[in-house]
């Protein structure tokens, strides 16, 4: 607590440093270079030791042990330099330098105690990473509290300023817009603990860099309270952070990133772009608008509800009122007031149109010998505009989650996809990746003990079904509804994952050879997904380029499956047109396209008039006779008896048996009571 007070004592006072610009001055270039660097390790430190001695992480007990002992040595060598820095030449000894003196004697009591424990307990163990870490950490600090006099000391004015998207100006748009997206990306594999410290390093550090150009003086004056949403941001941050304030948080969220995203863009500073001025405008907006969106892309707080949005909209219409009669009071005692840019023209200028607003509906009163001055219309005109400006940050933060969500499934999916082709590559040896995974099954369907389960619910939608499918054959999958026909189906084809077990076509594992397993199959689903602005032709010849079939061949197929299922006069015509017969006949022609080895087909016959469901029916039975599969479910009996050669019949998710058709002739079983008999 000694260090910490006695640092922040000197942390509200100026410093005859800051008018130094260029080198020139009353110390020399390599002082200046020092004596800046000093400044910016210690500002560092005071936020890693505090936050050190919260959280308990070791690379902050490593700072405090083995840097924080360093610097404030060295600050105490070099105490007459720091307080000339601070003081200006022939700085006189007074109640500034004890207490930098006592901040470094604190400081170095401290971390000579830390450094003794760790000795003591010979806490050494993988000491070379630990120590790589501590200044790779140590080194990201820095960077967060990074020194705000020593370009202007050192170099001087540049002659740009950070307006109007000059170079300056776009560079520190893309560090505000840069830097969440690479501290996110650095720290979303982290635990939780070091997810939280380094949210929680980053608001001390936006606390401590925001007080770096107030004193004592300048803020207890009306136009030093730190009142602008900007400002707030500051500490509010800090205090949604330390002690996990969800309200507070969300008002940051919502409200402070609007405000501070309109300040980067339409910046309110004309002074270099090297001045002190400038330095701290810009990391405390850079700092109030990136720290609330960490909090929630590191999942320290969650994504918020429209509710939080709308209580986020209450807390800043407080906020504005309160603004609004500040505004009007304070100016009486200091006409410099302009908290949140109402008194100011600074907008006015910005947006020309809104001049008359402003000057023209005046509400004019006197208090106590006070004079009021509200603008009104410009005030309400004002809130609306900001109110609108956070509903459409909602819009962007529900998109950036739904990208971010879609993406966080693409690396999921192909992190398994990874682990796949490993385990593939490991189980094929030396044989190509495109040959089936077993070749012993080259001529059939086989389901191994597959079992499937949505998200993350303990409830099986289907459970150990293992099967066999030669070809040849016609072979029935059938089952009451939501008996896990579909489910075992979307596996199969390849449109849902598999929980468990193994699928495999054509002696292609469906999960890791998902692409040549596909190419052996023609699927019909129950929907009638078609693209219905396509004429039948052309969508059934966008799926002969996904299965890269011939020209010639393609065409041979169109005419003989249009004239057999009389579409012919159909074909050129928009789906949207076709009655369900006629959709699910282009459906089937389009699976067919390919002369798939596997043909499968789900719930094929619903809603079909009798002709229809017959010309399909003579399909299936001509596709199996040319040593082909059928695969298709239905709880349609009869169909099931008239074509099929072996069918399973699945209840409540589980395969109840596996009978051939002619077996239950001979045995004078009625399919009708067997299929009964499971419901």
């Not at 949210?199 to 007080?211: D, G, M, N, Q, T």
């Amino acid at each position: 607590m000694i260090y910490l007070s006695c640092f922040l004592f000197g942390l509200f006072r100026s410093d005859a440093l800051d008018g130094i610009a260029g080198g020139v001055g009353f110390l020399s270039l390599p002082e200046l270079i020092f004596v800046n660097l000093l400044r910016w390790l210690s500002a560092t430190l005071v936020v890693a030791v505090p936050v050190g001695a919260f959280l308990k992480l070791d690379v902050l007990k490593n700072i405090t042990a083995f840097i924080l002992p360093v610097v404030c040595l060295l600050n105490i060598i070099f105490l007459n330099l720091q307080m000339t820095a601070r003081l200006g030449p022939d700085p006189a000894f007074g109640v500034r330098t004890v207490m930098v003196a006592l901040e470094n004697a604190a400081g170095l009591g401290l971390g000579g105690f830390c450094l003794f424990r760790k000795i003591r307990d010979r806490d050494f163990e993988r000491i070379g990473r630990r120590i790589g870490l501590m200044f790779g950490i140590f080194g990201l600090l820095m960077a967060a509290n990074f020194s705000q006099t020593l370009f202007y000391n050192v170099f001087g004015e540049i002659g740009a300023e950070t307006t109007d998207f000059s170079l300056v100006h776009r560079l520190a748009i893309y560090v505000s817009v840069l830097a969440p997206l690479l501290i996110t990306w650095f720290l979303k594999d982290k635990s939780y603990e070091i997810r939280y410290g380094a949210l929680l390093l980053l608001s001390v550090s936006a606390f401590v860099s925001y007080f770096y150009h107030y004193t004592f003086e300048s803020i207890i004056q009306p136009t030093g309270l730190p009142f602008h949403l900007c400002n707030t941001a500051m500490f509010l941050s800090a205090i949604a952070v330390i002690f996990k304030q969800k309200e507070v948080f969300y008002f940051t969220y919502m409200v402070n990133v609007v405000g501070a995203f309109c300040a980067i863009l339409l910046p309110n500073v004309t002074d270099d772009a090297f001045s002190l001025y400038s330095f701290h405008y810009w990391i405390n907006h850079w700092y109030a608008f990136f720290l609330p969106i960490l909090g929630v892309s590191l999942k320290i707080f969650e994504r918020p509800t429209f509710k939080l949005v709308r209580k986020g909209i209450v807390a800043f219409s407080v906020y504005f009122g309160l603004m609004i009669v500040l505004n009007a009071w304070l100016v009486n005692y200091d006409p410099g007031v302009d908290y949140f840019f109402l008194n100011s023209n600074f907008l006015v200028e910005k947006f020309t149109f809104a001049r008359s607003i402003k000057e023209d509906f005046i509400l004019t009163f006197t208090l106590n010998g006070l004079t009021f001055n509200i603008y009104w219309l410009y005030d309400i005109c004002f809130y609306a505009a900001y109110i609108l400006l956070i509903f459409l940050t909602w819009l962007v933060y529900s998109y950036l989650y739904k990208v971010a969500d879609h993406y966080k499934e693409v690396l999921v999916l192909e992190q398994a996809d990874r682990l796949q082709i490993r385990k593939l590559r490991a189980q094929m040896g030396d044989r190509p990746l495109d040959q089936p995974v077993n070749p012993e099954g080259v001529d059939m369907i086989r389901i191994n003990h597959f079992a499937k389960r949505y998200g993350r619910s303990d409830r099986y939608a289907v459970k150990d079904v293992t099967l066999e499918v030669h070809d040849g054959e016609v072979f029935g999958f059938i089952g009451h509804n939501g008996a896990g026909k579909s489910t075992t189906i979307k596996s199969l084809v390849g449109i849902q994952s598999i929980t468990e077990g193994s699928m495999e076509i054509c002696g292609y594992d469906i999960s890791r050879q998902p692409l040549e397993a596909k190419m052996q199959i023609g699927y019909v689903s129950d929907n009638h997904a078609v693209y219905e602005h396509l004429t039948g032709r052309e969508y059934i010849g966008y799926v002969a380029d996904l299965y890269r079939v011939p020209a010639e061949e393609r065409e041979a197929r169109i005419a003989k499956y249009a004239d057999m299922f009389k579409l012919t006069d159909a074909l050129d015509r928009e789906i949207r047109g076709y009655s369900h017969g006629m959709k699910q006949k282009v459906m089937v022609i389009a699976a067919l396209i390919h002369n798939p080895k596997v043909w499968v087909l789900d719930e094929p016959l619903t809603g079909l008039d009798p002709t229809s469901a017959f010309q399909i029916k003579e399909c299936m039975r001509e596709h199996a006779a040319n040593g082909n599969i059928v695969f298709f479910s239905s709880h349609v009996i009869e169909v099931v008896e008239k074509i099929c050669d072996r069918i399973a019949i699945i209840a409540k998710g589980e395969i109840k048996g596996v009978y051939r058709m002619e077996d239950l002739k001979k045995e004078q079983v009625s399919l009708e009571e067997l299929y009964m008999s499971f419901a």
